[in-house]
């Protein structure tokens, strides 16, 4: 009964440890950081921020190419903004989802994320605080290489 009641006790102080590291708030990428991550990894970088000139909201656009890999990163307005791109993408790539699909959903202080991943297919979008990253791979080894990369700039799950 005691070794029972000690049992209990961890366990609950470990949940507790586990919710307060989830509601840390994350610390966003710079531009900067995402480009040399992006060109540390082969991609071919490119600066839209002139392509969204009429966009007000949207501060800085960088994209990141490379065969069957596309990742976007941008700095917003606010993060409100940030975290209703992520609600809008989730709900467009759930639209394109095989029934075979995972999801994954996070949220926290300053973060939001949606993950699916299918047969050779990942597909990402996450806030941290004004920043927003939307990613997409086809092929399996590159599916990975993308899930590695969002958890290296930290805008995957931990």
């Known amino acids: 009964m005691k070794l029972r009641r000690m049992f209990t006790v961890l366990l609950c102080v470990a949940m507790l440890l586990s919710l307060a590291a989830c509601g840390q708030p994350r610390t966003a990428a ?88 299918s047969t050779g297919v990942y597909r990402l979008v996450s806030s941290v605080g004004e920043t927003f990253i939307y990613m997409e791979a086809f092929g399996t080894e590159l599916a990975a290489e993308a899930e590695e990369l969002a958890k290296s700039l930290g805008y995957a799950a931990k």
Do not use: C, H, R
């Open 30 to 117: 710079t531009s900067d950081q995402f480009v040399s991550a992006m060109l540390d990894k082969g991609f071919e970088v490119k600066d839209m921020t002139e392509e969204f000139a009429s966009e007000e909201y949207i501060k800085t656009a960088v994209t990141a190419d490379k065969t069957d890999v596309n990742v976007e990163f941008y700095i917003l307005d606010k993060e409100d903004t940030a975290k209703g791109n992520v609600t809008y993408f989730a709900d467009e790539f759930k639209a394109l989802a095989a029934p075979s699909a995972s999801e994954k959903v996070a949220a926290s202080a300053n973060y939001s994320y949606y993950e699916q991943k």
